[in-house]
């Protein structure tokens, strides 16, 4: 049977109560907000329906609110914002697992300088030397304009060689800046794995980051929410991870399945099945 396609959220609005959305590639490109996403939202909170937004941005969601804002995403558009920084700033505090258990004292940072202080408060210290540090946390590359993998490998060979284990606080690959696709976190994660390294993701599509929405959503019955992402690997993997719906958003990272605006289905299917993770329905553009 074919992937089901759908004109607009309308169609299926009646069926769910809460809507788990991505945010950098349903709401926004890292510029502006998609053409019609913001009365998507507002004609879904007219329908009574929760939105909910789960970003593997790797920062505090109330940064992330601040910024977003910047971006023409107004607070009042969404009910609860999560991110991947909130679930890496909970792991590491409350060392809630073997492997965050056994974390050392002290990190060393690879990413942005936005990104600096997400683990401040939480019981641990940044490190400059990466000689001193027991264990690395990866936000992004240092400039994501010009970075590769490849500048990563000294750096990451010397943390090879101390054991290090690794915390990737965005296991994103990639996200389109306007109408750039510019690497993230989980590239290098990916990386330092291939490397040999020990990595533990703190994002989509491992299911942390829902269990908290799921806790926001004050007992809304899982059948009752759906799961919109542009992202095989993150989003639509995740949604099914947790078992919810969800809506595959072509005009996102995968916006070479538009051709014209006019979706192909079998394409889309294709990509899914190749992808191992199949959605419960697609759509063009995160419009009403």
Known sequence: MTLPLINGVSEIAEQYDALILDLWGVVHNGVEPYPGVLDCMSKLHEAGKKVVLLSNAPRTSDKVKDQVAGF?????????????????????????????????????????????????????????????????????????????????????????????????????????????????????????????????????????????????????????????????RTDIAGANNVGIDSLFVLGGIHSELLNDNQPDAQAIEAAAVEAGQMPTAAIPGFYW
């Open 72 to 232: 023409g995403v107004p607070r009042e558009a969404y009910d609860v914002l999560v991110t991947s920084g909130d679930v890496t700033r909970l792991h590491v505090e409350r060392r809630d697992d073997d492997w965050h258990a056994a974390l050392g004292q002290n990190y060393f940072h690879v990413g942005p300088k936005r990104d600096h202080g997400l683990l401040h408060g939480t019981g641990v210290d940044e490190v400059d030397d990466l000689a001193d540090a027991d264990f690395v946390l990866t936000s992004g590359l240092y400039d994501d304009d010009v970075d590769t993998q490849a500048d990563y490998d000294d750096l990451f060979a010397q943390a090879r060689a101390m054991n290090l284990p690794m915390i990737c606080a965005n296991p994103d690959l990639s996200v389109m800046r306007g109408d750039k696709m510019v690497l993230c976190a989980g590239s290098l994660a990916v990386h330092y794995e291939n490397m040999g390294g020990n990595v533990r993701y703190n994002g989509k599509p491992h299911a942390p980051g829902y269990e908290l929405c799921f806790e926001r959503l004050a007992g809304i019955d899982k059948s009752r929410i759906i799961g919109v992402g542009d992202s095989f």
